[in-house]
Structures are given as C-alpha cells and as structure tokens.
Nanobody, 116 residues
Framework: QVQLVESGGGLVQAGGSLRLSCAAS????????MGWYRQAPGKQRDLVAA???????NYADSVKGRFTISRDNAKNTVYLQMNSLKPEDTAVYSC??????????WGQGTQVTVSS
C-alpha cells in the first residue's frame, strides 16, 4: 500500500503562483510514475503532468510553459510548480502514483482556486 499526502493548494489571483507537494509513504520502492490530475466542477478528471522514474515528463498542452513537475526520489515526493495561473486552472488537483506492480494510488485532492 502507498499513502499520499498532498499540500499546497489555495486561493490565488490570476497571474500568481502555487506549489503543490505530494509525499508518498508505505510501499514506495520502485514507484514507476508520479503525477498530478485535476478535475473542475462538471468536468472529467484530466492529466496535468506526470514524471516517470527515469525523469521523462508529460504535460497537458494547456499547462505547458507555465507548470513544472519534479520529483525527489529520496523523499518520495512529487511537486507541481504552477506559475501564471489562470481562472481556468481552478480545480481539485489530485496526486497519482503508479507502483512497481502497476497499482495506482490517489491522494485526497487539494483545491486550487484562481480568481480573476
């Protein structure tokens, strides 16, 4: 089992920045993929960014150039630096990890609200 604890959400004005963190604990050896998803009210949950154990990164087109994902393998933590935030970035952001057995785990979600 893997447990995920997220932090860093909140309210920010358009153009501002936030940094999300997601710390994994438990069976963390060999986490293959760590990433962030978001879900706005009335919409499906979409991938924001993901990074695999080799450092390969994938971003949603809507956040390229504004968001940066990184991971600290020693701390089993993944970060999402969000700059130039827009009102359309408002959503619940959830951390997701895929372990070495291809089992995925979700964090509890953290609200990000961007005011115009």
């Amino acid at each position: 089992q893997v447990q995920l604890v997220e932090s860093g959400g909140g309210l920010v004005q358009a153009g501002g920045s936030l940094r999300l963190s997601c710390a994994a604990s438990g069976r963390t050896f060999g986490l293959r993929l760590m990433g962030w998803y978001r879900q706005a009210p009335g919409k499906q949950r979409d991938l924001v960014a993901a990074i695999n154990s080799g450092g390969t990164i994938n971003y949603a087109d809507s956040v390229k150039g504004r968001f940066t994902i990184s991971r600290d393998n020693a701390k089993n933590t993944v970060y999402l630096q969000m700059n130039s935030l827009k009102p359309e970035d408002t959503a619940v952001y959830s951390c997701n990890v895929l372990d070495m057995y291809n089992v995925d785990y979700w964090g509890q979600g953290t609200q990000v609200t961007v005011s115009s």
